[in-house]
Structures are given as C-alpha cells and as structure tokens.
Nanobody, 124 residues
Framework: QLQLVESGGGLVQPGGSLRLSCAASGFRLVYYAIGWFRQAPGKEREGVSCISSSGGSTHYADSVKGRFTTSRDNAKNTVYLQMNSLKIEDTAVYYC?????????????????WGQGTQVTVAS
C-alpha cells in the first residue's frame, strides 16, 4: 500500500517548536519532491514549503520564512518540517504531499500522494 504518514503534531505554546515527520511506505521518496501544506478551520489549504527530491532546493511561504525549515533523509524515506517560533495563526492541520519530480515543484495540481494530516495547535 502506497501511503504517506505524518506525525509530530500536537499542542504547543506560542514561541514553541515542533518537528513534523512525513514517512513514506510502499514507495521511495528519493524520486519525489515533497510539499507541506496546511489548512486552518474555515480557510483554504495553503502551501507551506517544498523540497526537491535531493533536498538541494527549498521554497517557503512568506508567512513561515525564517521560522520553518524542511529537510529530508532519503535513507530513512522521511521528510521533516521543523517549526520554530510558532504563532497562534500557525494552528492548522498539516499535510505532506509527494510529487513525482526532482525539482522543488509542489503545485497541488501535480500531487501524486497525500498524507492524512496531523493537527498542530498553538495556544497559550
């Protein structure tokens, strides 16, 4: 079964940190760019970050630049999203998604696989 599984979400205070993981089963992530997306209640899903298959190229939404970092360990078939200096407005369900390309290209229209999502709640 081909799937992506996110983990690492939870409740954190403003200013805190979390690290999300996205693990693949049934296929090798080394052939895929990986995007992180999020959807807050009542809002549209938005792209957060994108990393190329090699990890050599990354892109971030302006709202998370300087606070979030995406990385990958292809040997572990896992991609990460390190989230620092979290704000209340970062509260959302976070999803990872795989796109069969070597570029840092993470358009929703090109996604091959979605994870099920993990809840991140930032509250005092």
């Amino acid at each position: 079964q081909l799937q992506l599984v996110e983990s690492g979400g939870g409740l954190v205070q403003p200013g805190g940190s979390l690290r999300l993981s996205c693990a693949a089963s049934g296929f090798r992530l080394v052939y895929y760019a990986i995007g992180w997306f999020r959807q807050a209640p009542g809002k549209e899903r938005e792209g957060v970050s994108c990393i190329s298959s090699s990890g050599g190229s990354t892109h971030y939404a302006d709202s998370v630049k300087g606070r979030f970092t995406t990385s990958r360990d292809n040997a572990k078939n896992t991609v990460y999203l390190q989230m620092n200096s979290l704000k209340i407005e970062d509260t959302a369900v976070y999803y990872c998604a795989a796109i069969n390309t070597d570029r840092a290209y993470c358009s929703e229209s090109a996604i091959d696989y979605w994870g099920q999502g993990t809840q991140v709640t930032v509250a005092s």
